[in-house]
Each structure stands twice: as C-alpha cells, then as structure tokens.
C-alpha cells in the first residue's frame, strides 16, 4: 500500500433482501483515496451511492470485500473519518441549537472546556456563514443553513477524511454554486480529505482531483478519472478550460455508453 | 403598571364567575339543604380546611409514590420493550389488554395479595399509571429515528450515551404525554380507590361528608381535587415549555 493512501475500498459487495428479493447493489467496488485528495463519486440516483458512503464510513457491513482506513480494516466507524448525511435536516437533532449541534461532534477532540468547545463551534459557523444563527433551532433555520449546520458539524471532530452524500442536492442552482465553493474552501482550510457523492456530472468533476465514474446497478466502478485543474478553481474561469471540459466528456461518454447498454 | 387587556384576556375570569352566579341564584331559589350555594361551600372550605389538607396530603403522598414507582419501572421497560423488537411485539397484545382495562377492576386482586392498606392503594396508583406510560414509551422507543441514531454512530457513541443523549431526548414528547395521562389516572384510581377501601385520604373525606349528608362539605372536597388537578396540569405544561418547546415548534414549522 502507497502511504498517502488514506482510505481504500477493496472489493466491496453487498446486497439488500434475501431468496428471490435479493438484489445486488454494490458489485464489487475498488478505489482509493490519497490523502489530500478531493475525489468525487459519480453514480445515478439508486446506484448505491449512500449504500457505499454508509459501509466506507463503517456504518455498514459489506457482504463481501473490505474499506480499509489508514491501513486499518474498518469495522466500526473509526475515528478521523467524519460523515455529513444526504438527509441532513434529519441529522440534526432538533432539541439543540446549531451551536449545541456542532459541539456534539467534538467527542474526542482537542477542545475541553466548555468554553473551548463553544469557541470553537462558533468559529466553525462563521466559516460556514453561519456567525449569527449559533443559537437557532435546526427548525428555525433553511434548508441550506441546516445543510451548513451539518458541515460545520463534520468539521468539528477534526477528522482527516470527509465523507459528503449528496450535500447540495436539495438546493438551488446559486446556492449550490456557492455551497460548491465553500466546501472546497473549507476542505483547504480544514486540511480534508474529501470525498463527495453526488449525481450531478458537472458538480463531481468541478469539485474534484479525481472522478470515480459507477457502473449502473450491480454497481461496480466504471471508470477513474484524473482532473488536473490544481486546487484553486472558479466557477466561471474552472468551467471554461479544457482540462474541465476534457475530463467532464470523459465521464459522460462513459455514463452514456450505460444508458445506451440500457435502451439496447 | 397594569398593561391594558383586551376583553378576550377576561373570558377565563367571566366563565366561571357567572358559573357561580347562575349557581348562587339556583341554590337562593330552592333553598334545599341538599342544594348548597356558593357562600355555603366556602363556609365548609373554611371550616374542614385542616381536614382537607391532612387527607389531601395523604392522598397525593399516595399518588407521588405510586407515581414515582409506575415511573421508575415502566420507563427503562418501555425502552428496554422498544428496543427489542421481538420481545416487544410479543408483549404487545398484552399491553393493549391491560390499556383497556379499568383500574378498579383489580381492586379485588389487589386486596388479595396486598391487603386494604396503603400498599394496595400505592399498587392500584401504580398500576393505573404504569399503562399509559409503558404504552407512551414503548411507541416513543420504538420509533426511534433511524437518522439521529447513525449520526450518533458515526460519532462514535456508546450504545448507553446514545440512550441517554439521543434516544431519550427524542423520546421525551411522548413520554410527556404518557406523563400527563398516567398523573390524570393516579388521580383518578387514588381517589376511588378511597372510596373503595376507606382509611384516609380525601376520598374517604368526601364519603363521610356524603354519608352526614354533607352536600357543601363534599363539594368543598372536590373543589380540592379540581384544584389539584389544575395545579398538576400547570406544572407539567410548564416543564413542556421549559423542555420540549423544540418538539411543539418544530412541528408548528413543518405546517
Ligand atoms: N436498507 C435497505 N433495504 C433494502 N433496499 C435498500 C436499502 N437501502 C437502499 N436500498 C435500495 O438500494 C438501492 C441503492 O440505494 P442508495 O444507496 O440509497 O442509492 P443512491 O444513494 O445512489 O441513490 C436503491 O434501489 C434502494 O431502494
Ligand atoms: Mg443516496
């Protein structure tokens, strides 16, 4: 193993139901991240994108294969990896403030008093946008700053590598542009590794340092590829250069080539 | 500075103020013993006052602790019950049987086992609580959200914290509810149970007024109840308040 390897799936196989409801869903997946890295995960809705995400972060068993997780096999979510959830108006509890929220991840983090922790969730609600709604419900709150909430949250145990499911696919098109920028902001700042899901081409190669491509369900990964933009993009310059748009043909025409075997 | 009030701020005060006129003129009219008017039953509140507290606070002393060992038992049960999915649907026919059941039905088991004593009464109390609040949360257990419990996971929680920090706060609103039906019961089963096996308390307060034939003496009594009850209702919709407002607001901002 590479030792900027931080996160490796070997083989992952799962299905849900048993006899005849059996359905395969993940279908032997092999990929690794390096540390450092920005990957996205590029599948269509019901692929198995969050059936992935949830045995990565060793929420989930596999059925067969392993995640490794600096080396080690992942059997229960391991600490230095930190989850944000597609359904993130549900993940937050609703019986705390966004403050409280995001002091709930700090378990095994440096900050101990109180004092420290409320500092330090303070200060990752100003790096969402979020400075004056410290002390807002989740409910009193928007979808996006709920979403927000739900970042900041998984910043806040100081983990190395992010798992995002889906994190702007509930918003609109500036928002979700803007919430683009600022999870790749944040990623820098808070020294991530990130990996994101998402269905949306554009969004995973814009984002990305590479692009791992799913197969249609049993799903397997169809293709890797590379995007070398540099860290630093842009919504319009970044959209414009042919390295974006090179790489983005490369995923559709794969992602075609599935349909096609589909309406075939 | 008195703020200004609106008519509407009145309307609690108007009720039962002509309640009580239209009383007063009913009972100034038939002039029966047996029809006590306002002024008589304050004249008894006044006079049994003592009597009434001291049976009074027999009676809640019985309620608090009957309350207390319904709740001590039926809580960690109920999310034990939830939790285990299997052993919960079994006992499942089991509880809606016993919900249905009317407390005083095992007045007679009851004195079997426990006698006419306080314990039979603390047993009936508790037992009469124990069902709304075993049902309350049982159902509250058993619909955990699935999502709070992942995050909680992720986390790294321990299966006790996850109890105590996530299921229990998300179970809190129906337990409430199952807190204030089983108080309305303890309430209900102390009293009668009162009546039913005579020592003390104000249940057996009101019989002997009823018994002498003392109309206003026991209207007094229940006056106390009523006030009780109020008293109870008050303090539990202030812990909601105080407790569970995210619950009723969130709700109100999902309409
Ligand atoms: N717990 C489950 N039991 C049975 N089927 C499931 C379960 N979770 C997901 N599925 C099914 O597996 C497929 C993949 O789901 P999911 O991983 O959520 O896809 P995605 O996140 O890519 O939209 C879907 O068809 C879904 O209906
Ligand atoms: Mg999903």
Redesign the pocket.
Known sequence: MNDTTILEAVDLRKA??HGLQRMP?LDGIDFRVRKGDFVSVV?P???????LLMALAGLSQPDTGEVRFRGQPVTQPPQGLAVVFQDYSRSLFPWKTARENVIFAMRDTAQKTRQERRDRADELLAAVGLKEFAQKYPWQLSGGMQQRVAIARGLASESDLLLLDEPLAAVDAQTRADMQDLILELAQRFDQTCLLVTHDVDEAVYMADKVIVLSRRPTSVATEIPVDLGKRRDQLATREQPGFLHARHEVMERIRSYRSQMAG | MIPLRKPADYAPILMPLIVVAIWALAAASTSSPLFPGPAKVAQAIWHNFSTIMVQLGATLTRVVIGFAVAAAITVPLGIMLGRLRIIGQLFEPVMDMLATLPPPAIVPLVMLFAGTGDAAKITMIAFAAAIPLLMNTYEASKTQNEMANLVARSLRLSRFETMLRVDLPAALPMIATGVRMAVAAALLVSVTSEILLATDGIGVFLQRQQENFQIAGGLAGIFFISLTGLVVNTLILAFEKRWLFWHYRAQEDAK
Do not use: M, R, V, W
């Open positions: 849900y139901g869903i599948g809705s019901g692929c198995g994108k969050t059936t």
